[in-house]
């Protein structure tokens, strides 16, 4: 099968997703087709490089630095080691930077990219679902700060964004799964078709089979690059990619983001704003059933009988995305459709958090 191609196409750079089963064997004539300097370092982590180093090394020719993943070593710390091989290898601004795992992985060293010598070239090729269909899309690069997430950081645009849904096949299935549920984010905002593919295929998902990964990758890329091509620096439309992500992020913080994959707060996060649109009567509650029904079958989340309801209100107020004091609310309005509210009051939201299972 041939790979699919999504473009992307910012105001600072127009790129290509190429998206294909095995496409990771073809990745050096990738980087030479988007003229990626041939002085190649790749930046991956141990358990990324252990499962699937030889096979990168076998597809493309680059100087690899292996730096630790999960997200407590996503610090300046990690970027500086970066920095170090960098330099100590005398790599010049001619130089190409691919990054080879999952989130963590793609933001810090993409923040290197950014930042080294004023920038340098930078191809993500992400190995999550959740780095495959969001992270490495749209030019978000960065660290977290000792006192918050993703503090520190840049716009900074891949030359090229290569999916091998191949590489999922070792990836721990709790994370695969939390990787499902901004794909299902992707279908309640914006398509009706991905979100039934996830609702009535979720057997094939999960076995992993390529040419449906395939398709639901590439269906997701699509839509995000949709978002970011109209608004690259999220100063409208691309809002919509924090559907589920306001109670999202609150459901983080107050769990310290020990208990939760980001995902699986996302899939809390839908249901609390889908709850308010019912709420509303702008969503039918039908569609919020099968939002309900499309995250039970991926398996049981986390429990949060045990959040307090204050608490999630308390750490909202200081959500990074506060705009003017107020907060912003991703509502669905159907299955691919939406609305961006600012006037939720705080009983409604008490309301939606104790519908979800949260302690009053
Ligand atoms: N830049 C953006 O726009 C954007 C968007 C969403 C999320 N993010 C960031 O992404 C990060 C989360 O990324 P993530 O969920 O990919 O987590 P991650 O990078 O921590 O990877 C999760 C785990 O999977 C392992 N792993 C990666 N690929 C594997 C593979 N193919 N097989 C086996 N194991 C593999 C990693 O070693 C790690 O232990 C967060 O820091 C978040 O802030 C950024
Ligand atoms: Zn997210």
Redesign the pocket.
Known sequence: MEPVRVDVATPSRRYAITIGDGVLTRLTRLLDEVKAPKRRFVVS????WR??GERFAAACQAEPIIVP???RY?QTPTVMRVYDALIKANAERSSTLVTF???????LA?YAAATYLRGISLVHV??????QV?????????V?HPLG??LI?AFYQPLAVVVDPA??????RR?FR??LY?VIKYGVTSSPSLFERVAHGHKAIFKREPEVLTAIISEACRIKADVVTQDEKESGLRRI?NFGHTAGHALESVTKYRRF???EAVGYGMLVASELAVARGVMAPSDLQALYAVIASLGPLPPIGDITIPSILEAMKHDKKVIDGRLHFVLPTGIGSWSIVDDVTEKELKHALAKVGLKH
């Open positions: 982590s141990p358990t990324v499962f699937h993943d999960g997200e996503k795992g999952g989130g963590v992985i793609g933001d993409g992400p190995t999550t679902l959740l780095a969001d992270s490495a899309i749209g030019g978000k690069v960065g977290n997430k993703n950081g590489v999922l096949g070792t990836l721990p994370e939390a990787g901004e990619l994959r980001h995902g």
